[in-house]
């Protein structure tokens, strides 16, 4: 009888390995019954056979035929009880294996038996192996994920070719897979094995073939990657209970880490879903989906801790008395000091940083509350200052019905009257319109109203050939209007009296007469400004010592002493200021010259040289102007002219600037659009 150590396990030189009794001399490519492991023996009693394709394995059954790349559950099963059975049995190591050598033992022949297909030849001790006796066809999947039955792969080209392209495409894709290309095989490494074999011409053109083998790869690759999918779903459960039976796993473990820590612990390292999966990527892939499972549970965990924990927060947020003047510190301070954070381990692993974020979200709605309750506030006191001033104005308009205001009275006047009423004192220091600006406008819009009437009158008394003047009395402008009845006829009188529209048009004519007096003046001043401008050219000078009796036959034929005809007065005055000015410059021009003969000589020739330049500029000037007509002596009248209107000018900048603030000082009054 054989014993184990009559046999000696060999390899080929293509990699196929073989068993060689060293008593008898015979070889076999079976492995013998003695080498056998418990499993292997086991597997004999089934129907299912095992086989290895292009390094992978996969089982058939003899009886129906079906071929699988998982292990079937049956043999899953039987393995763990075989395991179980026999703890001490373990597979042999095939890196054990004597590798071809010069002396390694004659190996059994081989017959061909179909195409693609070698047996062992019969030799010392074996039977004779027939074409029956040829490995079965691998599994191969169809588009649905199921064995699919194939014909026998042709091994040549048919004498008349092929009957059309599918069945050329057929015929390549059937040496496709018997040569066992795979889904990972390159064009390149496929060409290199199929390039001799006479079905490489089944397809006429190189991108035929090339088209017919990534279609063949493609399919192939999508048919292993859904028995894949099929696989891990099946085997997802078990390892899920496994992984998590076993501790060895949390949310932060590693892939290396764990599976160490499993193939240390025997009992981890013989369960059968670790065992059951040979694929160390596959077990990898269903380690990091449980992983990332764990990470989800806890992420969820944690957010629903951390909803909780706020709405404690917010629930202690409500139950403290917040104002506008809390601080974050002092809440913190409170808040950790109290029962209710220590009594509660769930909430003080809340950060601080979501508290802080709650603090601030309740802080927000107070100060929201804090500005409305203002608002509210600042509108109520627009409308009580509204209020009040609607009063005064009240006040005044009862004051104007009685009488009491009219368009020429003074505040000083009614004042006495006003500090009697509550509203007047109710007004006072009220922002906005002051009373004295709401007393301004009840005038303002009475002078509209006199205003209005006296112009319709005056333009009747004009039609009339009548004028209100300084000399017109009242008896004479009632006697005027006395035909017009109480309407006036195309006048309306507006409730005013006869006298109040007489008093209105005469101090219009006042006002007329004085600016026409003014203007009168005016031109007389410039007048003589004009003669004593004059008198400085007359050639030869005249005598300054002269009487202005003996001056007027030297002057009389100046057009300037022609322009004061009939007034002698003017003419006098502008000989006496020339006069007083000329004696002025002489005397200076003595002094100037008894201060140069002194120590200061060289800040007279300065002086000198001044009086000159200015002489001289004066002498340009006057040359330059002449040119447009103009003579030296009109430029010197409007240099005074100027430095008269200079004063005037201010005082009605001064008069504008008063009316602008005081229309500024109305706007500003919240009564326009303002929120009642």
Do not use: C
């Not at 590798?99 to 074996?126: E, R, W």
């Not at 073939?209 to 990657?225: G, M, N």
């Not at 004192?425 to 006296?454: C, K, T």
């Not at 006098?572 to 006069?579: G, H, L, Q, R, Y």
């Amino acid at each position: 009888m054989s014993t184990p150590t009559t046999w000696t396990e060999h390899r080929s030189a293509d990699g196929k390995t073989y068993w060689h009794n060293v008593q008898t001399g015979a070889s076999t490519w079976t492995k013998p019954d003695e080498l056998k492991t418990p499993f292997e023996k086991a597997l004999a009693t089934t129907p299912w056979k095992e086989y290895v394709s292009n390094g992978r394995k996969y089982w058939y059954h003899t009886e129906t035929k079906e071929s699988k790349w998982d292990m079937p559950q049956e043999l899953q099963e039987l393995e763990a009880k075989v395991a179980k059975e026999n703890p001490a049995a373990s597979p042999a190591d095939p890196s054990a294996f004597p590798a071809p050598s010069a002396d390694a033992p004659p190996m059994p022949s081989l017959a061909v038996v179909g195409a693609g297909q070698a047996s062992p030849s019969p030799g010392p001790g074996l039977p004779t192996v027939g074409p029956a006796a040829g490995l079965p066809q691998r599994p191969s999947l169809d588009g649905h994920g199921s064995p699919a039955a194939t014909a026998a792969p042709l091994s040549v080209i048919p004498p008349q070719g092929f009957a059309s392209p599918e069945e050329a495409k057929q015929a390549f894709v059937g040496l496709l897979r018997r040569v066992g290309v795979t889904s990972s095989w390159t064009w390149e490494a496929t060409m290199r094995e199929i390039i001799t074999d006479p079905l490489y011409r089944a397809l006429p053109t190189l991108s035929e073939k090339k088209a017919a083998w990534s279609e063949y790869t493609s399919t192939l690759a999508a048919s292993e990657e859904a028995e894949r999918k099929k696989r891990l779903d099946k085997l997802r459960p078990q390892w899920k209970d496994f992984l998590s039976r076993s501790g060895k796993v949390k949310s932060y473990s590693r892939w290396a880490t764990v599976r160490a820590a499993i193939e240390a612990d025997p009992g981890l390292r013989k369960e059968s879903a670790w065992r059951g999966v040979k694929d160390e990527q596959e077990k990898r892939a269903l380690f990091e989906e449980f992983v990332q499972e764990l990470k989800s549970k806890e992420a969820a965990e944690s957010r629903a801790l951390r909803t909780s924990n706020l709405q404690k927060i917010s629930t202690y947020l409500s139950s403290v008395p917040l104002d506008i003047a809390s601080r974050w510190a002092e809440f913190r301070a409170d808040l950790t000091a109290s029962s209710f954070w220590r009594a509660d381990d769930d909430l003080r692993r809340v950060e601080m940083l979501d508290v802080l974020i709650a603090f601030e979200d309740a802080m927000r709605d107070v100060e929201k509350t804090w500005e409305e309750k203002r608002k509210r506030e600042r509108v109520e006191k627009r409308r009580e200052e509204r209020r009040r001033r609607e009063g005064f104005v009240a006040l005044l308009d009862e004051l104007l019905a009685a009488g009491h205001i009219t368009p020429y009275t003074t505040w000083s006047t009614l004042l006495p009257l006003l500090k009697q009423d509550a509203r007047y004192d109710a007004v006072l220091g009220n922002p906005g319109s002051s009373p004295l600006e709401l007393f301004w406008d009840v005038l303002d819009a009475l002078h509209v109203r006199v205003e209005r009437v006296a112009a319709a009158v005056e333009k009747k008394l004009s039609a009339a050939g009548q004028v209100v003047g300084e000399e017109t009395t009242l008896e004479a402008f009632e006697g005027w209007v006395a035909g017009w009845g109480e309407s006036g006829g195309e006048v309306d009188w507006d409730g005013w009296e006869r006298g109040l529209i007489f008093e209105h048009l005469r101090d219009k004519a006042l006002a007329k007469a004085k600016e026409e007096r003014r203007r009168a003046e005016k031109k007389r001043r410039y007048a003589i400004d004009d003669l004593r401008s004059a008198l400085k050219k007359v050639d030869p000078p005249t005598d300054i010592n002269a009487s202005y009796e003996e001056i007027v036959p030297v002057i009389q034929g100046l057009e300037e002493y022609k322009a004061l005809e009939g007034d002698d007065d003017a003419r006098k005055t502008a000989w006496e200021k020339f006069v007083r000015r000329q004696k002025e410059k002489l005397a200076e021009r003595v002094r100037d010259y008894s201060d140069t003969e002194s120590v200061h000589s060289s800040r007279r020739r300065g002086s000198d040289r001044d009086r000159d330049r200015d002489r001289y500029r004066d002498e340009r000037e006057y040359e330059r102007r002449r040119g447009s007509g103009r003579r030296y002596d009109d430029v010197e009248r409007e240099r005074e002219r100027e430095r008269e209107r200079r004063p005037r000018e201010r005082e009605g900048e001064e008069e504008d600037a008063g009316r602008g603030e005081r229309k500024r000082r109305r706007a500003e009054s919240p009564e326009e659009g303002e929120v009642v």
